[in-house]
């Protein structure tokens, strides 16, 4: 089950990069017809979309490999520096925008082929948001921080698209040329905080995060109702790794339970925990009752 997954995050992965490269086309194309300083800026943002789904394909093959003696938990976390990589490409996109923003804003040009190229750009937008929701949707069962960090990037490269869409219409139809500079410090800013955002998340996988409030308060329900025969469990401890979950934690057992008996409580557990977790490397230490701490997960 967890290779044909890989199989398919992978698959998915090379997909995007086939879209990416056809949005890229797309998008360059109307701001070659158009000579908008706001669809160029649109086309340059894809330029990254392919740069990050090229990374993010590379980041999954390699978090595929099995464990081995210098990696012995995997290396699920080379997803996250594929996301920090998108992050930083993102930001560098914006920054790019902006400078030919201002070159436009102090020697603004009328538009060339309007029409025909906010249609191509309409059809690359509309590309991008079915992928988007398509990537969203996998990433999530797969819980794959490349692919939601793909996703991701690609609703904020459809939303700042449909306002440039929006504001070069204006532009075409007003002939105020000034709205089509500001749009693209617009759009830049847009991706500035997206970038940002997305690398923040990833540096949080990268630095060993718990796992969410709610998804811990899950865990010591199960544990609580799956643990009976001992006493407690304190000191939970967890942590991502890309799609992994590391869970550990201290079991109080009565000082008169066999090692058989508190395996078998182990078992158990751990059955519970993986079919709520998927993919999980679970640890816990046995301990007799008089370790016993009194916090934690009380069993009843």
Known sequence: MAGSQASRIEHIAALSVVVALTVLALKGWAWWATGSVALFADALESVVNVAAAGAALGAIRLSQLPADANHPYGHAKAEYFSAVLEGALIIVAALMILHEAWSAW????????????LMVSAVATGINAAWSALL?????????????????????DVVSSGGV?????????TGVLWLDP????????????SGWRLMRESLGGLMDEAVPADTMLRIKEIVARHAEGALEAHDLRSRHSGRFTFLE????????????????ICDRIEAAL???????TITIHIE???????RGVLVL
């Open 106 to 117: 102090n020697n603004p040009r009328p538009l060339d082929q309007a029409p025909l190229g």
């Open 136 to 156: 969203f949707r996998r990433g999530r069962s797969a819980r794959s921080p490349a692919l939601m960090a793909d996703a991701r990037h690609l609703l904020a």
């Open 165 to 173: 869409l929006v504001g070069v219409s204006l532009v075409a139809l």
């Open 182 to 193: 500001l749009l693209a410090a617009a759009t830049a800013v847009n991706i500035l905080f």
């Open 249 to 264: 934690f201290h079991l109080v057992v009565p000082a008169a339970m066999t090692v058989e008996e508190a395996h078998e």
């Open 274 to 280: 993986k079919d709520e977790l998927g993919q999980a």
């Open 288 to 294: 007799p009752e008089g370790k016993a701490k009194h």
